[in-house]
């Protein structure tokens, strides 16, 4: 049975839907003290720094921006670098995998098709999952199973000092309000990646969602993702599957091609369309789509485009 552990890969569809969340107080459920902790401040007094993953690709004689993302962030990353917001003030549309304003998204996810009822020591692993995370269930309710274990996963990185709210796609729209936001994906592409058609693959899928919660799989891989991606060390996610408790066999392989590679030639293609319209576009996408034989910058060299890496300073 192969081993979910890509829910970051969509966090920020995920963030999205975590605007109605309900937090549990202080004495509910559990004590506050075993609790998440609270993030430091959402003023950051830290120096603005460059952060992430950066090329500039020329065709046609104009440049656009592909910019490798993570989808949780800390308070100080509001702040961009130099480089970062040159690119950003070059730019005339923000590209993101799926615009989190789209009304389609929230329909489509909410069309999903339920799995069978959950087996009672299921349901209780979940309910158990909310009272960890502090979170109170009735917010998520109306969502599949599966949406509600992967948005508790990605709510682990509040034990890390980071929040879905700080995703770099959330501080991006803030950075370009005003500035056209354009999908590169579908709503029911979205949704189709995240929730199994098939009831049982939904099931098994729910069962390993929790199993990483349980054994805090999850956030010792978003640690080590976040480390990486802070220090734009594209070295150490092209080897992802060597530290990520996820690629253990064929078949876990065989899923993260689906969820990251399989996707990228279309996010290739609807970067480069963008682009031929003569659109300067700063196209924001998970920093694993940077990586592998069908890396984003590797396909959009194959379509034409001068690729160069955008390197920070030390």
């Known amino acids: 049975m192969p081993c979910r552990r890509l829910v970051f890969a969509f966090g920020f569809t995920l963030r999205w839907l975590l605007a109605g969340l309900s937090l549990l107080g202080a004495g509910q459920a559990l004590a506050a003290s075993a609790c998440p902790p609270p993030l430091p401040g959402l003023q950051s007094a830290a120096p603005a720094r460059d952060r992430g993953l950066l090329w500039r690709i020329t065709q046609g004689g104009h440049s656009s921006w592909l910019f490798g993302t993570l989808h949780v962030g800390k308070p100080d990353w509001q702040r961009f670098g130099p480089k970062l917001t040159a690119a950003l003030q070059a730019s005339d549309e923000l590209a993101l995998e799926i615009d989190p304003n789209d009304p389609a998204l929230r329909a489509a996810l909410a069309e999903t098709v339920p799995p069978p009822e959950l087996a009672p020591p299921l349901q209780a692993r979940l309910q158990q999952a909310y009272e960890r995370a502090c979170v109170a269930s009735e917010s998520m309710a109306t969502l599949h199973p599966v949406l509600q274990a992967a948005t508790l996963t990605v709510l682990e990185a509040r034990w890390l000092g980071m929040d879905p709210s700080f995703a770099?796609?959330?501080?991006?729209?803030?950075?370009?309000?005003?500035?056209?936001?354009?999908?590169?994906?579908?709503?029911?592409?979205?949704?189709?990646?995240?929730?199994?058609?098939?009831?049982?693959?939904?099931?098994?899928?729910?069962?390993?969602?929790?199993?990483?919660?349980?054994?805090?799989?999850?956030?010792?891989?978003?640690?080590?993702?976040?480390?990486?991606?802070?220090?734009?060390?594209?070295?150490?996610?092209?080897?992802?599957?060597?530290?990520?408790?996820?690629?253990?066999?064929?078949?876990?392989?065989?899923?993260?091609?689906?969820?990251?590679?399989e996707r990228n030639p279309a996010l290739a293609d609807g970067i480069a369309a963008?682009?031929?319209?003569?659109?300067?576009?700063?196209?924001?996408?998970?920093?694993?789509?940077?990586?592998?034989?069908?890396?984003?910058?590797?396909?959009?060299?194959?379509?034409?485009?001068?690729?160069?890496?955008?390197?920070?300073?030390p």
């Open 274 to 313: 963008r682009h031929r319209l003569g659109k300067r576009v700063f196209a924001a996408v998970g920093a694993l789509h940077m990586t592998g034989p069908q890396s984003l910058p590797r396909l959009l060299a194959q379509r034409g485009f001068q690729v160069e890496r955008i390197r920070w300073a």
């Open 168 to 261: 770099m796609e959330q501080l991006l729209l803030a950075h370009l309000r005003g500035r056209r936001v354009v999908s590169l994906e579908t709503a029911a592409q979205q949704k189709a990646a995240l929730v199994p058609d098939d009831p049982a693959e939904a099931l098994a899928q729910l069962d390993q969602s929790l199993a990483q919660l349980e054994d805090q799989s999850g956030r010792r891989v978003l640690a080590r993702m976040a480390q990486a991606w802070e220090r734009g060390d594209l070295a150490a996610l092209e080897d992802y599957d060597r530290w990520c408790e996820c690629a253990s066999s064929d078949d876990d392989r065989a899923f993260m091609r689906r969820l990251n590679d």
